[in-house]
């Protein structure tokens, strides 16, 4: 179906470690955008503890990301972060006062002390969850790019041209459909009356998804047409599209049904597809230039070396299986219902 040259090999693999992120940092990232509904200390510390053996290992994902797309297409690392400095700063600050919120949070037993990283928690998570949805968007509806005199791609537009309707729509789904794995992620760690109410946010996460990811498609087939034109060369996609719609409709019937593994399950698969249709939409660009075509990012004009390329392939080959490895080691020894002891946060 596609050529599997290096350059879209690493396309795919990018595409790999994101989705990876999205599907394990997403789930921490929805509880921390549901830190402010749990009720009382003992309750916020379930849910805090629930990803606390769990949130670095899955920013692995995310520094693994940013190595490779340096590394594999400079280019197109350098255009969109010179495009988006202070939006990335914001982003770097929220990545770290999300983990300073997890760590100070129980270093002192006041209430005031406590509340106020609660929040920090909250409104970090937000950020990156949103930041995150806007640059998705920014990357499929475009940006302003030109080439520039010396055939280097320039940014012309300021922080307004970051956050347009379409994108910020991005961004707002982002965060409903963190928000939802989040609370399908805390049913599998939660008992009792917290369950129960987890249960009844998930219900209302998933609806108020339900509304943005048609809202958001809608929009994409309007405004962006050629979105579907590698769908309608390789027809066999839109069997991944018929998949991911199936297992989304899946998670309100093992909801309904009581079976919270299911439903997370559906909902990593909902999110695969996710990412994987953006992906499809995309290629072979890596950044979509608003203004003029011929100035889009893509993966021939933005790749290292061959030999780079290659290097960095069998570099993968060999650590990628490792991280597979620990991550399944990890989830396995911290399976089960979330317990406070001594050395909980």
């Given at each position: 179906?596609?050529?599997?040259?290096?350059?879209?090999?690493?396309?795919?693999?990018?595409?790999?470690?994101?989705?990876?992120?999205?599907?394990?940092?997403?789930?921490?990232?929805g509880v921390g955008l549901l830190q402010p509904f749990v009720r009382g200390d003992t309750e916020r510390r379930l849910v805090l503890n629930s990803i606390g053996p769990l949130w670095d290992g899955n920013e692995v994902?995310?520094?693994?990301?940013?190595?490779?797309?340096?590394?594999?297409?400079?280019?197109?690392?350098a255009t969109f972060l010179s495009a988006c400095y202070l939006p990335f700063m914001v982003l770097m600050v929220s990545l770290i006062g999300r983990a300073?919120?997890?760590?100070?949070?129980?270093?002192?037993?006041?209430?005031l002390w406590r509340s106020y990283w609660d929040y920090s928690f909250a409104l970090s998570s937000f950020c990156v969850v949103f930041l995150f949805g806007v640059a998705a968007g920014n990357v499929m509806e475009g940006m302003p790019l030109v080439t520039g005199p010396n055939g280097v791609?320039?940014?012309?537009?300021?922080?307004?041209?970051?956050?347009?309707p379409y994108a910020l729509s991005v961004g707002g789904r982002a965060v409903l459909a963190a928000a939802m794995h989040g609370a399908l992620y805390l049913q599998l760690k939660t008992e009792g009356e917290l369950q129960a109410r987890v249960h009844r946010w998930a219900w209302t996460a998933f609806g108020l998804f339900l509304v943005a990811y048609f809202g958001v498609t809608v929009a994409t087939l309007v405004h962006m047409p050629n979105a579907i034109e590698n769908f309608l060369r390789w027809p066999a996609l839109c069997a991944v599209v018929a998949f991911g719609v199936l297992a989304m409709a899946n998670v309100p019937r093992a909801l309904?049904?009581?079976?919270?593994?299911?439903?997370f399950a559906s909902s990593c698969i909902t999110i695969t597809t996710l990412a994987f249709n953006f992906g499809m939409a995309l290629f072979p660009n890596l950044i979509v230039s608003s203004l003029i075509p011929e100035a889009s990012v893509t993966i021939y004009a933005a790749a290292s070396s061959e030999t780079t390329l290659?290097?960095?392939?069998?570099?993968a080959f060999l650590g990628m299986p490792l991280v597979l490895?620990?991550?399944?080691?990890?989830?396995?020894t911290f399976r089960g219902k979330t317990k406070l002891d001594e050395f909980s946060y």
């Open positions: 179906m596609l050529g599997m040259d290096l350059q879209t090999l690493w396309f795919f693999l990018l595409g790999a470690l994101i989705t990876g992120y999205a599907i394990l940092d997403g789930f921490d990232l994902w995310l520094v693994t990301f940013g190595g490779a797309l340096f590394a594999a297409f400079p280019v197109a690392y300073i919120s997890i760590e100070f949070r129980s270093k002192a037993k006041s209430r791609v320039e940014f012309r537009g300021g922080l307004g041209d970051l956050l347009g309904f049904l009581g079976r919270a593994g299911e439903a290659r290097l960095m392939r069998n570099i490895t620990y991550t399944t080691i990890v989830y396995w």
